[in-house]
């Protein structure tokens, strides 16, 4: 993969850089992804060259304070639309699709409700529901309801937790890593600790938080606080994929989601974890193309 393919800015109109890359087919069918929590564009499908036989162009990119993106002060979840209009824009792509893992997966749902008429179709993955739903926090593990719970009532709380983990990411974060997925279940560890996936999971976290732990925890605000959009609202078709054995996100968010969003195809996979997206692209990207 060139270099200059992954590495890519764009200068957005209020003069902030968005960093994104694009991996498969250069002239295919464009699909824009969104990273989960503190990743960045490194995440990608390992089998590069599946997405050429899909004829896929995968574009992903960096939220605001997220590898080569400029820090967005004041960002509401619906000034996401508005950067991915602009990306397209620069691309030359009118219409495409759009697809977010876990904190990514609001993201896409915002594109999909404020683009209705470019957006052909979404996909979420392990995606976290509105937190002010009742139940939000049942199953979450002790770790997670904390930084859920400070960011929807103690956002100054979530930033000092985000500069912590980034110092313990950026030094040993193998070890960091094996304490802070201790929860996971065993299906998610087999996914995440396979050679190929943990190195693009490390390189996506490491430049996630490279320029710094701000725009992890403004993206920890963001999706657990109001979202500024109802679901019921979003007219294009979205996939929701969700592992049964989440606990990241519990199963019962794909549930909520899947009651209120009007036009869903939904996926719920016994045993599977909250990284099961690993060694689900080819059937998660087959499936959000197609017109069946």
């Keep these: 993969m060139a270099t200059d393919r992954i590495n890519q800015t764009v200068t957005l109109k209020d003069g902030r850089r968005l960093g994104f890359a694009e991996y498969g087919a250069c002239s295919g069918r464009p699909v824009f992804h969104f990273h989960g929590s503190a990743s960045s564009r490194f995440e990608h499908p390992s089998a590069e060259s599946m997405l050429d036989q899909l004829g896929i162009r995968f574009i992903s990119v960096d939220r605001p304070g997220h590898g080569l993106s400029d820090f967005q002060p004041q960002r509401r979840l619906l000034d996401w639309p508005v950067d991915v209009c602009h990306l397209a ?43 002010d739903r009742p139940g939000a926090y049942q199953g979450l593990p002790f770790f997670n309801r904390v930084l859920a719970k400070s960011a929807r009532w103690f956002p100054l709380l979530t930033y000092l937790i985000r500069r912590v983990m980034r110092g313990m990411v950026m030094g040993d974060i193998e ?54 959009f109802d679901p019921a609202d979003v007219q294009p078709r979205i996939d929701i994929w969700h592992g049964e054995a989440d606990v990241n996100v519990p199963i019962h968010a794909a549930r909520f989601l899947c009651a209120v969003i009007p036009h869903v195809r939904v996926t719920f996979l016994p045993g599977k974890g909250h990284f099961f997206l690993f060694n689900c692209w080819q059937d998660v990207l087959s499936r959000l193309v197609s017109e069946a």
């Design 175 to 228: 070890k960091t890593t094996r304490q802070l997925m201790s929860s996971i279940p065993a299906a998610d560890k087999a996914v995440l600790y396979a050679p190929k996936d943990f190195k693009i999971f490390v390189n996506s976290v490491r430049e996630g938080l490279r320029s710094g732990s701000r725009g992890v925890a403004c993206d920890d605000i963001l999706i657990n606080q109001a979202w500024g």
């Design 89 to 131: 824009g620069h691309l030359g792509i009118g219409e495409f699709y759009v697809e977010g893992y876990s904190a990514g997966g609001p993201h896409a749902l915002a594109c999909a409700h404020q683009l209705p008429e470019r957006v052909l179709a979404g996909a979420v993955y392990g995606c976290v529901a509105p937190m």
